[in-house]
């Protein structure tokens, strides 16, 4: 399954660039690893806070106030959303080709 988190983590660097285990405090980066987390809370299946906080060589509970914030984030924040939504089109067209580590996705 962690797989799952490194395709994840591939797609976003493809798209955007930007390495979401790197320490940086520039909006782009705090906001693609809010999204990296939502998806990973609500789409890996089996995974959670502990799990996407190794990942990310985060505490669980900075995951859960991540996941938090993308949740609000995504009521009001165009730029957020366009992100959250590039990302989950990403993931759904690998979906249709059958990507085999997407398997465990919802």
């Known amino acids: ?6 395709l994840l983590s591939d797609i976003i660097n493809k798209i955007y660039q930007v390495d979401v285990k ?10 693609l690893k ?4 939502l998806i990973a809370y609500e789409k890996i299946k089996g995974f959670r806070y ?7 060589k985060l505490t669980h509970a900075t995951i ?13 924040d165009n730029y957020f959303k366009e ?3 590039t990302l ?3 993931i ?4 249709d080709y059958n990507y085999r580590p997407l398997s465990s996705l919802q």
């Open 50 to 56: 502990t799990e996407t906080g190794h990942f990310l």
């Open 64 to 76: 859960i106030h991540q996941v938090k914030s993308a949740k609000n984030l995504l009521k009001y």
């Open 22 to 31: 790197e320490k940086n405090r520039v909006r782009k980066v705090q906001d």
């Open 34 to 37: 809010k999204v990296f987390s």
């Open 88 to 90: 989950q089109e990403s």
């Open 1 to 6: 399954m962690i797989e799952n988190f490194i």
């Open 83 to 85: 992100i959250y939504d």
């Open 92 to 95: 759904e067209a690998l979906k």
